[in-house]
């Protein structure tokens, strides 16, 4: 029997064990320490750009403490991209926020920057100027950055980066991460890296990392008793998680480089595939670290959806995914009110993630292989 091909699944490096039996060594088994600190030593080295990173026990605690430093509160509004994981919006409503969707274009999946200006226009219309827009780099892939940026400047309006997915990830040259008045990574286990559960928060200056940290740490003010003006949150990241992200850290380039080769795997794979297209960089400004590698399927070309592509795989023990089903489709946000069109529907409706990971074997790619052309009878 072979054994299941994943979406997506942790890769270790070697030295992480290293790290973390120094911290067993020197009794750092706590959420600080010498780990914490390397590891945010070595995100901000990696994101070359003057950034401070705070590490945090997630991704969503990053977007969470983004948000309160924002300024957001009760009856809020952020501007939130659609097509995305639940965990970027949650925290809009961790805050009694109201979460303000909005359209993906179809040359990154990420959002449209039209969209994005009708729905700003028409909420400052309507009384309130959105207090965010939290911006997400789908599956690695940069969004539009220039162009979302300067309606951000137009208005005002702090950028919150969803970098999620996108460590690795370049525009211009410049990192994913640090474009935004904050930046959020993941380093949750089906991520580019992992420390097994983990994120990290991207900021431009110190003060604003300092007070993450204190807000990470429970908002202890300085007393030699426990005294509290703010409240506080437990979302410091561990020292011995840490250890894993400062081992992981020394691959993550090569890492990048194999979901990279994924990528290309399926572009000469489905090349001769009338009606499938590989999800890939408009252009060169775009470098994605491809996290996830995606297709589309035109079933009225195929006579193939992506649901039987899918269950194809399954019978084989392959893993694949439906793309992030949009926040304004769910019923959790039915009530919350929505810009655009129906792109952000369609690519729901037709895409599919495939497996992507950067330790998957020839075996794994020839299986893969093999069902596609099964199915698509080429
Ligand atoms: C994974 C992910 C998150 C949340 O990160 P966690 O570390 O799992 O909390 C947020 N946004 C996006 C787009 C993600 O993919």
């Known amino acids: 029997m072979s054994s299941k091909i994943w979406l997506s699944s942790p890769h270790m490096g070697g030295n992480e064990l290293k790290y973390i039996h120094e911290a067993f060594d020197t009794n750092w088994v706590a959420p600080l320490g010498p780990n914490v600190n390397g590891f945010e030593e070595d995100l901000e080295k990696y994101l070359q750009v003057d950034s401070y990173v705070a590490a945090l026990s997630a991704g969503t605690a990053a977007l969470h403490l983004a948000l309160i430093e924002c300024g957001v509160t009760h009856g809020d509004e952020v501007i939130c991209q659609s097509m995305t994981f639940s965990a970027s919006a949650n925290p809009i409503a961790y805050q ?23 729905a700003i226009v028409d909420r400052i219309a309507k009384g309130k ?79 604003d990392k300092d007070k993450a940290v204190f807000l990470a740490t429970q908002a202890r003010d300085n007393a030699p008793h426990y005294q509290h003006s703010h409240i506080g949150y437990n979302y410091r990241m561990s020292n011995i998680t ?113 497996p992507s990971g950067s330790n998957l074997t020839d075996e794994d790619r020839a299986r893969i292989a093999a069902k596609v052309k099964e199915v698509f009878g080429k």
Not at 101 to 114: A, H, Q
Not at 298 to 323: C, K, M, N, V, Y
């Open 96 to 118: 009694g926020a109201t979460p303000i969707f909005v359209d993906s274009e179809e040359d990154t999946w990420n959002i449209c920057p039209i969209a994005l200006e009708e």
């Open 242 to 354: 840490a250890g894993i992200g400062r081992g992981q850290m020394e691959v993550l380039d090569n890492r990048v480089e194999a979901r990279r080769a994924m990528n290309a795997f399926y572009q000469e794979l489905f090349a001769g595939i009338d009606g499938v297209t590989v999800f890939t960089e408009p252009n060169e400004d775009f470098f994605s670290n491809h996290w996830l590698s995606a297709i589309l399927i035109d079933a009225e070309i195929t006579g193939i959806t992506r649901e039987d592509l899918r269950l194809a795989f399954l019978e084989d023990d392959i893993e694949s995914r439906p793309l992030w089903k949009p926040m304004h489709m769910q019923p959790i946000f039915a009530d919350a009110p929505y810009y655009g069109g129906i792109v952000a529907e369609k690519l729901f409706d037709n895409g599919l993630c495939l």
């Open 129 to 207: 100027t959105p207090k965010a827009i939290l911006v997400v780099h789908l599956y690695g892939m940069p969004f539009k950055v220039d162009e979302v940026l300067a309606i951000a400047a137009k208005y005002n309006i702090p950028v919150i980066e969803d970098a999620a997915e996108a460590l690795g990830s370049t525009y211009k040259g410049r990192k994913c991460g640090t474009f935004g008045r904050f930046g959020a990574l993941s380093f949750n286990g089906n991520k580019i890296i992992t420390t097994s559960g983990g994120g990290a928060l991207v900021c431009n200056t110190k003060e």
